[in-house]
Nanobody, 126 residues
Framework: QLQLVESGGTLVQPGESLRLSCKTS????????VGWFRQSPGREREEISC????????HYIDSVKGRFTISRDNAQNSAYLQMDGLKPEDTAVYYC???????????????????WGQGTQVTVSS
């Protein structure tokens, strides 16, 4: 059972940056695609970015393109989401999820992913 732990969420002002981390401690992440999702009250959980197991495929939804960057370090069993130019509408709980050898050429529904972290709150407010 792959266990994922997110960290890095906090309160920031508009325009600031945050880096979220997603790590496993008991298993290797190297065979899994990692997706970052977010969910705000009253809205469905949406995938905002995905990176394939080897880092060759990366996908972003339009609203975060050019602002967010997904990356991974398989030696550290970690994946990251660098978020720059944060906006109030980015406020949400952010989750990472893993899918064994998953495809990241396009966005996916949450049901594709088998393993999830507990989420980390990101609040963008002045």
């Amino acid at each position: 059972q792959l266990q994922l732990v997110e960290s890095g969420g906090t309160l920031v002002q508009p325009g600031e940056s945050l880096r979220l981390s997603c790590k496993t401690s008991q298993d290797t992440l190297e065979y899994y695609a990692v997706g970052w999702f977010r969910q705000s009250p009253g809205r469905e959980r949406e995938e905002i970015s995905c990176i394939s197991h080897d880092g060759e495929q990366r996908h972003y939804i339009d609203s975060v393109k050019g602002r967010f960057t997904i990356s991974r370090d398989n030696a550290q069993n970690s994946a990251y989401l660098q978020m720059d130019g944060l906006k109030p509408e980015d406020t949400a709980v952010y989750y990472c999820a893993a899918d064994l050898f998953g495809d990241c050429s396009t966005a996916h529904a949450a049901t594709v992913y088998n393993y999830w972290g507990q989420g980390t709150q990101v609040t963008v407010s002045s």
